[in-house]
């Protein structure tokens, strides 16, 4: 079991329980997992056994993990006016965009007394490490400007401490350069404008530091109220200028200025950085060293974080490309170095020189010295180490009973099995985050449960069976009906359509009649035609008679004329010529007379005739309009007659068609009759096997 132990060390990362979901990706991430505890609904941190890498943070894409500087209490106390002054890590030039001299414009408008730049400190560091590898001319030197990997040696690898140099970070000594020699801000606060949350705890260690305050939270205070570093005015530092010290940010900026004084010193430095690395490194190194297979480097320029201090954990530079942050960095370096080389070889000496004179000015021996503390004791009172039977008692809780059971698969945050084992055992986590463990008790809940599911299982399919066979039943027998339905409605179906094609033999044999009746009526109609034409002739014959008949009255008035002539000249001639001669005469006036009488009444007659044949033709004119309609009645009929056939021959096509799919019909609800009476049996069937089963 763990033992508590009341915290030492500065919390620098705080978990937010509501935003945690206990996906692990802290401890796969974290080079000390056991600072990380899994045991509970989150995974919870414990800062005595962490290194403040800030490796979690980045990780977490719920935003669980945060780090802690003091950006609120440096804001805090500079509004109430307290006396404040500040150091800026060279780190500012990738983090604002070239703009860290206006960082400064824009820290002086806060109420900042002065700024001074870590990069001097960086020359003073470099300085006081050429001293003591000089004076102690040791195995091998471990740069230790970065405070995550001191914290990682003092806790987990205290054997490495010997070679940390013993010298302090650039930032604690610009700080301590600044309480000796610029004795106008002895009471002045001194704020660390930083890339790392872990340099508090280089504070506290060294006592010197009052506020640690990222670039993140700057960065985000800034864009919260709108503010454009740019904007404010460039302001230089309160202290000469470094050289090219200012790259000790980047990965071998220790290296590239410790070259100023010797130029093969990159074949006698390890540059190493990345968590990826660098621990792995650290945790192997004091084996190699006893194995004589180490030191092979001097110095060994070492960095927690992949780009250096550039993308430290109190940055946003975390996400973006190596060149892209290295670039302003390196165009600081430029002109940071020729300050000091403007001109030939004589003024370059001359500025190394006068770089030289500064910094002897600012150094002084012991004043930037540094010791370290052997926090082991921390790691082994909160972590314990099982032996092999506890750690196989481990792998049986876990239900890891055999060597394919080792899986090694990281899904629980830590590198091995065994890891896992050991924070079980230390009570950092538990075996419900095992894929292994959960997998085999599933199955086992599974197979427990399985006889009363499958009981469950019988006892409800039966009673749906049950309900199913009712149903079934109900179905046979309302399918049977159905069928008797169809095939008596079949039957009916069969007699309408034998009706339907007698209606279409009548209707073929009325178009037949309604043709040879119109073929009649055409024939009618032109002889009714000519009948009027014929009266029309007659009439015009009659009116040539009447004409006559007037011609003969004619004649009889001047044979009767005549007649009188003769009777005169017969009384002329006397009386036995005159006689003879006056009977003639009379006999002619007598026939005039008579024909006269006849012509007047055959003329009268043949008026008469007249009238009727008018009257016969305007009566046949008439007709003929009337059989001239009847004739187009009966074409009329004629055409739907036509119209009629062809719908009942398409009716008589789609009776066919209706008695083919009936008789597919028939044939359907036949079979569907059998398989209703084959699935109640199958049914009855499966309830008795059922049955049988349950009883096994």
């Not at 009337?626 to 056939?645: D, G, T, W, Y």
Request: aromatic share 6%; glycine share 6%.
């Amino acid at each position: 079991m763990r033992m508590e132990i009341v915290s030492t060390l500065r919390p620098i990362i705080k978990v937010l329980e509501d935003k945690c979901v206990n996906c692990h990706r802290c401890i796969a991430v974290c080079p000390a997992k056991m600072c990380n505890d899994g045991s509970g609904k989150i995974v919870d941190h414990h800062s005595d056994l962490c290194v403040g890498c800030g490796e979690c943070i980045t990780a977490c894409t719920h935003g669980a993990r945060i780090g802690l500087d003091d950006f609120d209490g440096f804001m805090s106390d500079l509004k109430k006016g307290v006396p404040m002054i500040a150091i800026v890590a060279p780190a500012s030039a990738a983090s604002f965009k070239g703009h860290y001299l206006n960082l400064n414009g824009y820290l002086k408008s806060l109420g900042v007394k002065a700024l001074f730049d870590v990069s001097l400190g960086a020359e003073l560091t470099v300085k006081s490490y050429i001293e003591y590898m000089k004076k102690a001319k040791p195995k091998t030197v471990i740069a230790q400007p970065c405070p995550t990997l001191v914290s990682f040696i003092e806790m987990y690898r205290p054997e490495l401490i010997p070679y940390l140099a013993p010298a302090d970070s650039p930032m604690m000594h610009t700080m301590k350069m600044i309480r000796r020699f610029y004795t106008e801000y002895q009471n002045h606060r001194i704020a660390v404008i930083s890339p790392c949350y872990s340099k508090r705890r280089e504070f506290d260690a060294c006592k010197l530091g009052d506020y640690n305050v990222t670039f993140r939270s700057l960065e985000d205070y800034m864009d919260a109220q709108g503010i454009d570093v740019a904007r404010y005015p460039e302001v230089e530092y309160d202290n000469p200028p470094a050289e090219r010290a200012v790259l000790f940010s980047s990965p071998g900026g220790l290296m590239r200025t410790v070259q100023r004084y010797d130029q093969d010193v990159m074949s006698r430095t390890r540059k190493i950085e990345g968590v990826n690395e660098v621990y792995h490194y650290f945790a192997h190194l004091s084996r190699a060293i006893e194995t004589g297979n180490a030191p092979v480097y001097q110095l060994i320029d070492c960095l927690n974080c992949s780009m250096g201090c550039n993308g430290g954990p109190g940055t946003r530079n975390r996400t973006k490309h190596l060149d892209d942050v290295e670039f302003l960095v390196e165009k600081r370096q430029k002109a940071a170095r020729a300050k000091y080389q403007k001109g030939g070889r004589i003024r370059q000496r001359l500025g190394k020189k006068k770089l030289e004179k500064m910094l002897n000015k600012y150094w002084a021996p012991d004043l930037y010295s540094r010791g370290y503390v052997d926090r082991s004791a921390v790691f082994k009172g909160l972590v314990h180490e099982p032996n092999q039977q506890q750690v196989e008692e481990i792998y049986i809780r876990l239900h890891k009973t055999d060597a394919s059971h080792i899986l090694n698969c990281g899904a629980c945050g830590y590198r091995s099995c065994e890891q896992m084992a050991v924070a079980i055992f230390n009570d950092l986590n538990k075996p419900e985050n095992c894929v292994h463990y959960m997998e085999v008790v599933a199955a086992e809940q599974s197979e427990s449960s399985t006889r009363q599911r499958l009981n469950a299982v019988y006892d409800h399919t039966l009673e749906e069976l049950h309900k199913n066979l009712e149903g079934i039943s109900s179905l046979s027998v309302n399918i049977t009906e159905t069928a008797n339905y169809v095939f008596s409605s079949t039957a009916r179906i069969e007699k309408m359509v034998e009706g339907t094609e007698g209606i279409h033999s009548t209707l073929e044999k009325n178009a037949e009649t309604v043709l040879k009746l119109n073929e009649s009526s055409q024939d009618g109609k032109t002889r009714f035609h000519r009948i009027a034409e014929l009266i029309g002739d007659v009439s015009v014959q009659a009116d040539e008679l009447i004409d006559a008949c007037s011609v003969i009255g004619d004649i009889a008035d001047q044979t009767s004329i005549l007649g009188m002539n003769a009777a005169i000249e017969a009384a002329h001639a006397g009386e036995a010529v005159g006689k003879g001669f006056a009977v003639v005469a009379g006999e002619i006036r007598k026939l005039a007379d008579n024909s006269g009488k006849q012509a007047v009444e055959i003329q009268n007659s043949l008026k008469s005739i007249k009238t009727l044949i008018e009257n016969s033709k305007h009566s046949s004119i008439q007709a003929e309009s009337q059989f001239n309609a009847i004739v187009e009645m009966i074409n009329l009929v004629k055409n739907e007659e036509i119209r009629i056939k062809g719908a009942m021959e398409e009716q008589t096509a789609g009776s066919a068609q209706v008695m083919s799919s009936l008789q597919e019909i028939n044939k359907l609800i036949s079979r569907v009759k059998n398989e209703s009476s084959s699935l109640r049996e199958s049914g009855e069937s499966i309830i008795s096997d059922i049955s049988a089963l349950k009883a096994i």
